[in-house]
């Protein structure tokens, strides 16, 4: 059975840094592209970045240069590096493998 | 960056309905869209993939259709069960863009 747990969210103040870590179980993160995705409180869904299983990765415009999308696979884990945050990451992040299994979202708060 | 327009953001119809969504995709994405379910407090549900694909374990009520920059999303019998928010996705090109929700509620 697939399962993919996120973690790491919370409250930070703007600027700051956090890491997300989804860990999966049930297959093999590395075979698989995964991506984030994240929805503002009462918004749409927003997509986020995804990594492809060659390594390829892309990000939305809205955070490119601040967040990165990595896995280990040894641990066979997805993470979002987010740094630089605004008051506008403020959302739930989940991790989804291939937009059919997904996690159950970790809530991001950046504010002062 | 590929915009996708979906309509309507709200729609109000009675248990039994056909009910209709659309998506129209900027730019040709041939058949690269996904259509998701997605209940309050909950991870979306995908229900359709390459805009016409049924997700296994998704009722048979629920279709899609289109290509190329149109696309639509039907439940043929509205049932209690589907009062959600419906999104569609395109994943042609990223950024792998949503359209903006249509919220289904019960008449």
């Known amino acids: 059975e697939v399962q993919l747990v996120e973690s790491g969210g919370g409250l930070v103040q703007p600027g700051g840094s956090l890491r997300l870590s989804c860990a999966a179980s049930g297959f093999t993160v590395s075979s698989n592209y995964m991506s984030w995705v994240r929805q503002a409180p009462g918004k749409g869904l927003e997509w986020v970045s995804v990594?492809?299983?060659?390594?390829?990765?892309y990000y939305a415009d809205s955070v490119k240069g601040r967040f990165t999308i990595s896995r280990d696979n040894s641990k066979n884990t997805l993470y979002l590096q987010m740094n630089s945050l605004r008051a506008e990451d403020t959302a739930v992040y989940y991790c989804a493998i291939k937009y059919r299994d997904w996690g159950q979202g970790t809530l991001v708060t950046v504010s002062s | 960056d590929i915009q996708m327009t979906q309509s309507p953001s709200s729609l109000s119809a009675s248990v039994g309905d056909r009910v209709t969504i659309t998506c129209q995709a900027s730019q040709d994405i041939s058949n690269y869209l996904n259509w998701y379910q997605q209940k309050p407090g909950k991870a979306p549900k995908l229900l359709i993939y390459d805009a016409s694909n049924l997700e296994t374990g998704v009722p048979s009520r629920f279709s899609g259709s289109g290509s190329g920059t149109d696309f639509t999303f039907t439940i043929s019998s509205l049932q209690p069960e589907d009062i959600a928010t419906y999104y569609c996705q395109q994943y042609d090109k990223p950024p792998y863009t949503f359209g903006q929700g249509t919220k289904l509620e019960i008449k």
């Open positions: 990594i492809y299983s060659g390594g390829s990765t």
